[in-house]
């Protein structure tokens, strides 16, 4: 079965250092990728994409993410961390097919510390 | 631009009570569906729909219906609600074709009593 992991449920990172979110998917095909960001209490902004082309893709915020077939993940990083990053992170993947849904994975909650 | 609107934001029922959440898009997207978000879960899909007249069922069905009358709306059933249905329910549309770019409403947040 297709499936997502997030194997950090929690992280906690320090005002300004760096930090790496963990995705990987599973299934043969490369899918189309995803990073959602979810503040608290509130809906589910895209972070970024990836659907083909160069592997290290850019995002809003400062975040960037990369796609690695070999390894079956899509990471996602950011060089200094703000306390406003604060939020709940969801990678999610799309098999394509008009019928095709967004599979997410149980996500990583992010804390900052100051 | 509205995007996708969901009402209300928050509601409390008491079990066996019966209410519909609503979406609506303003994009023209043919597909849309309904997730659930739980603690530790991530979201996962209820139903869905590719046009008007057309649904299905997702991972997590039971206790939901869904019809899609219009390519606009896709409303949320609960025909006699449980504690279980305590949750945070998103819509979300996209274009068939394509690339999987949907879009996400804001949220209904549900607690059954």
């Known amino acids: 079965a297709q499936s997502v992991t997030q194997p950090d449920i929690h992280i906690t990172v320090s005002e300004g250092a760096s930090l790496e979110l963990r995705c990987n998917y599973s299934y043969g095909a490369t899918p189309y990728l995803f990073w959602y960001v979810q503040s608290p209490g509130q809906g589910l902004q895209l972070l970024l994409k990836y659907f083909s082309g160069d592997t290290l893709v850019q995002g809003i915020k400062g975040f960037e993410a990369e796609f690695k077939r070999s390894q079956s993940s899509f990471n996602l990083r950011k060089p200094s961390v703000h306390w406003s990053d604060a939020a709940e992170y969801f990678c999610?993947?799309?098999?394509?097919?008009?019928?095709?849904?967004?599979?997410f994975g149980k996500g990583t909650k992010l804390s900052v510390k100051p | 631009n509205a995007g996708v609107t969901q009402t209300p934001k928050f509601q409390v029922l008491k079990t066996g009570q019966s209410m519909t959440l609503q979406c609506a898009q303003d994009?023209?997207?043919?597909?849309m569906s309904w997730y659930r978000q739980d603690p530790g879960m991530g979201l996962r899909l209820i139903h869905y729909s590719v046009g008007a007249g057309i649904t299905d069922q997702g991972e997590v069905p039971n206790g939901y219906n869904v019809s899609r009358s219009t390519t606009e709306d896709f409303p949320l059933r609960l025909l006699s609600a449980a504690p279980s249905q305590t949750s945070v329910y998103f819509c979300?549309?996209?274009?068939?074709?394509?690339?999987?770019?949907?879009?996400f409403g804001a949220g209904t947040r549900l607690s059954v009593l």
């Open positions: 999610a993947v799309y098999y394509g097919g008009s019928q095709g849904n967004l599979i």
């Open positions: 979300a549309s996209r274009k068939l074709a394509g690339r999987n770019i949907q879009y």
């Open positions: 994009m023209n997207h043919e597909y």
